[in-house]
């Protein structure tokens, strides 16, 4: 068990002797009922002694024992336990080794059935795993030996602290600046959308962020396995699935909860985590007057989500046909997210069009890409966006390199005009300058004897022709050849 640096140490054997007596007596692990037991056992302890025993206690009796600490980092979203000697967490910068250990495999069994129970769920030999939900929204999945052969495996996820804002989310990296325009159109336009991506990508967080920018006047229908969205919107109603009891009766999926959802007028129908054969009820609604609706969906790219989408739909009784018809009809838009394996972050990686093709299949084409700096480059769905969601420019303009950036043109006199030939001009207009043959003419002109010591003025600079290599005349020569293509300029 983690020791916090400056508390007082107290025996494991007299905690497990108070932990027992208190719950003998059925009495909450406070400060006065503690002190009671420890008297009983003989043990003379301070203050201090008693209300660090009280702490444990509380942790291990109503709480999640050494995992308490944990749980209250502000910056943790997982605890992972892989058995008693191992316990890992996720702060938003990768997964990392915690010093926490267990005394032994069934102080870890016991946290994982005490907790499950808490849960209202059945954890034992006959029933080794559970996924459930906890007081406060933390999620549980435990998985218990001998199907776990190296101990208990305990599974937290704990719900965000607060609901994150699109400039929050700025903030931290996840969406560059340029794409808060883009999202909000989205949702003022009430596109059909899926937000996608692996595990632990933030698609939940996500999709409560962009909920939140919904009009205050819609009625939001939340259809969640585990209630973890969490929109930051005055009209919510939240409708959540409930497993089986042990007898396998009273269970309610999805499936029915979107059907009821229907009947209740909602606005935007919002299915937390489409994952089975609700996905037939999704795409029926939203192809039934039902415009915004949303969701998460498992998917390693956003190209998969058709295909996944097809997976799930035949499963439930569709044809392929009838999925990518509906499919094509019903949603318009998959913003996909992933994750940077060099820092942990999260972030958006492309938001693309579902497009039907002549064959008749649906296709995400990319509309948008962001780049891990955050920069935007647009893809052949951009038009298609663009006419879905007005306030997206169909032709976003590109960031100019500074070198490219124009000069301003400089004026010359009568007989100081740059020559260049058509083909210069075309590339000295494109770089908006005069090009690399104007001679300045702030600079004096160099005076020097010719071949007879005449004393003339040099000839004005002209540009290198392909004339000018070894073993050919030179452009000075009285040649024919020559000075029908010498480019100087006559002396004045």
């Not at 209300?51 to 009796?61: E, H, S, T, Y």
């Not at 776990?148 to 931290?172: Q, W």
């Not at 994952?275 to 037939?280: I, N, Q, T, Y």
Request: charged fraction near 25%; glycine fraction near 10%; aromatic fraction near 2%.
């Amino acid at each position: 068990m983690k020791r916090v640096e400056g508390a007082p140490t107290v025996s494991p054997e007299l905690v497990e002797a108070v932990r027992v007596r208190l719950a003998r007596t059925g009495v909450e692990p406070s400060a006065a009922h503690v002190a009671v037991a420890l008297r009983a056992e003989r043990a003379m302890l301070g203050d201090a002694e008693i209300l660090a025993v009280a702490r444990v206690l509380c942790a291990d009796l109503i709480g999640a024992g050494p995992l308490e600490p944990l749980l209250a980092e502000a910056q943790v979203t997982d605890v992972l336990v892989n058995g008693p000697r191992e316990v890992w967490v996720d702060d938003g910068h990768g997964l990392r080794l915690t010093s926490v250990v267990f005394p032994g495999e069934d102080a870890l069994r016991r946290l994982a059935q005490r907790l499950a129970s808490a849960a209202g769920r059945r954890l034992d030999d006959a029933c080794p795993y559970v996924d459930a939900r906890l007081a406060g929204g933390v999620r549980l999945h435990a998985v218990l030996p001998p199907v776990a052969p190296n101990g208990t495996c305990l599974s937290l996820r704990l719900p965000p602290r607060r609901t994150l804002t699109l400039h929050d989310l700025v903030e931290a990296g996840a969406i560059g600046a340029e794409s808060v325009a883009v999202l909000t159109a989205m949702i003022e336009s009430r596109v059909a959308f899926l937000v996608t991506g692996g595990t632990g990508t933030g698609k939940t967080t996500m999709l409560s962020a962009l909920l939140s920018l919904a009009d205050p006047g819609e009625r939001l229908l939340l259809v969640e396995d585990s209630a973890e969205l969490r929109p930051l919107h005055p009209h919510v109603v939240r409708l959540e699935a409930r497993p089986a009891n042990l007898e396998g009766a009273g269970g309610v999926g999805l499936r029915d909860l979107v059907r009821q959802a229907l009947r209740m007028r909602p606005d935007r129908l919002v299915v937390g985590e489409v994952r089975g054969s609700e996905v037939v009820d999704l795409l029926n609604a939203l192809n039934t007057g039902h415009e915004g609706g949303c969701g998460t969906l498992h998917a390693n790219t956003a190209t998969d989500v058709p295909p996944r989408l097809e997976a799930l739909a035949c499963a439930a009784g569709l044809s392929r046909e009838a999925v990518h018809s509906q499919l094509a009809a019903a949603l318009d838009v998959v913003i996909h997210l992933a994750r940077d394996h060099a820092d942990g972050r999260r972030r958006v990686a492309e938001i693309c069009m579902m497009i039907r093709r002549p064959s008749g299949l649906v296709e995400a084409e990319p509309a948008l890409t962001f780049a891990p700096d955050g920069r935007m480059s647009p893809g052949p769905g951009l038009p298609a966006l663009a006419a879905r969601a007005p306030g997206i420019p169909a032709s976003p303009t590109p960031r100019r390199r500074p070198y490219l950036s124009p000069r301003p043109p400089r004026s010359y006199g009568p007989s100081e005009a740059p020559v260049t030939s058509s083909r210069d001009t075309s590339a000295s207009e494109a770089l908006g300058g005069p090009g690399p043959d104007v001679r300045d003419p702030a600079r004096p002109r160099e005076v020097s004897p010719d071949a007879s010591g005449s004393g003339d003025p040099a000839p004005p600079f002209r540009r290198k022709t392909r004339l000018d290599v070894p073993g050919r005349p030179s452009p000075g020569e009285p040649t024919s050849r020559t000075a029908s293509r010498t480019m100087s300029r006559p002396t004045s």
